[in-house]
């Protein structure tokens, strides 16, 4: 049996194959409209979410399966001190997969232990996000042709953005990825990634302003900044708009440059560039649907 903890848990051959999949769900969707049939999804969600619970249960729902699950911890024995892992083995009972989104990190992991159906982490506070970046990764492959040869600017909250953590992790796999890291010094990427990248020897950069930058991008990733991970509201207040991306901005860009955004977006992105064509976010969750199917058939061996 096997749990998706990080993305690092699929090899970049895995991957690929993973993709492969999504890419025909998406072209044949009739084909897999009863590969779940009489299989159950369990959403266990601690933690607020629309997209990543929704697309999850929209994905088993495609697939033919059913789904359970909680949006909320305090509707969940959770709020009367049961634990994740005596949670879970109940879970396995009722279920036949679970998706976990947990405010700790590690809560996923711990709950896999117990298991018996895999677990999906969900998003684990401000650590990894593995489905998000299955998500990114499908739509860059698809959008971009490939995954490797290109500048990516990561900004916003490099600090507690676990989507943006996961998919520096993701992409140092791949030939010829250059980072440039966009943020207030406030929230810088932690040392941990810094660490890792010059280990590597992968090429980075950090800088304050987006549009010294713009003109160097082939992939833009914005970020929210993450208030519910900010110890004092002060600091959330000045750092919130530190960032905004508008049409101005965008002309200092490539022409086939993309914005992607793990969504949701606050005020980080003007609706103004919705309309612009390099406008990839909201593709992006429609990919995020695609991969998660391909990735349920793939742990239930379906695929
Ligand atoms: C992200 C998350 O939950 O980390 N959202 C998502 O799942 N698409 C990004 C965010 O909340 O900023």
């Excluded at 998706?4 to 895995?14: A, H, K, Q, R, Y």
């Excluded at 711990?110 to 895999?118: N, Q, T, Y």
């Excluded at 750092?239 to 901005?249: C, E, G, V």
Aim: proline share 5%.
């Amino acid at each position: 049996m096997r749990h998706l903890m990080s993305p690092l848990d699929f090899t970049p051959e895995e991957l690929d194959k993973l993709f492969d999949l999504a890419n025909d769900i998406e072209n044949n969707p009739a084909k897999y409209a009863h590969a779940c049939d009489g299989k159950i999804l369990a959403t266990c969600f601690y933690e607020p979410s629309t997209r990543t619970r929704l697309s999850f249960e929209s994905a088993m729902i495609r697939l033919g399966g059913r789904v359970i699950g909680f949006s909320d911890a305090a509707s969940s024995s959770a709020s009367k001190g049961e634990s994740v892992s005596d949670t879970i083995r109940i879970i396995s009972c009722y279920a036949d997969i679970c998706a976990m989104r947990h405010p700790k990190e590690g809560a996923p992991m711990v709950a896999g232990e117990k298991s018996g159906i895999p677990v999906i982490n969900a998003g684990d506070g401000g650590h990894q996000h593995p489905t998000q970046t299955l998500t990114d990764l499908l739509t860059i492959r698809s959008l971009k042709g490939s995954l490797g040869g290109f500048t990516i600017g990561l900004c916003g909250d490099l600090k507690f953005g676990r989507t943006a953590h996961s998919l520096i992790n993701a992409l140092v796999r791949y030939d010829n990825i250059r980072f440039i890291f966009i943020s207030p010094e406030e929230l810088r990427c932690p040392d941990y990634i810094i660490e890792m990248l010059k280990k590597k020897g992968i090429s980075y950069s950090e800088v304050i302003r987006l549009e010294d930058v713009m003109p160097e991008l082939d992939l833009l990733y914005m970020t929210r900044v993450q208030k519910e991970r900010f110890f004092n509201e002060e600091d959330y207040i000045r750092l919130k708009d530190f960032y905004i991306l508008d049409t101005a901005k965008m002309g200092l860009a490539k022409e086939d440059m993309l914005v992607l955004h793990p969504l949701p977006r606050v005020n980080e992105i003007s609706v103004e560039v919705d309309a612009d064509p390099r406008a990839a976010y909201f593709r992006q969750a429609q990919y995020g649907v695609y991969v998660r199917m391909a990735l349920i058939l793939t742990l239930l061996e379906l695929a």
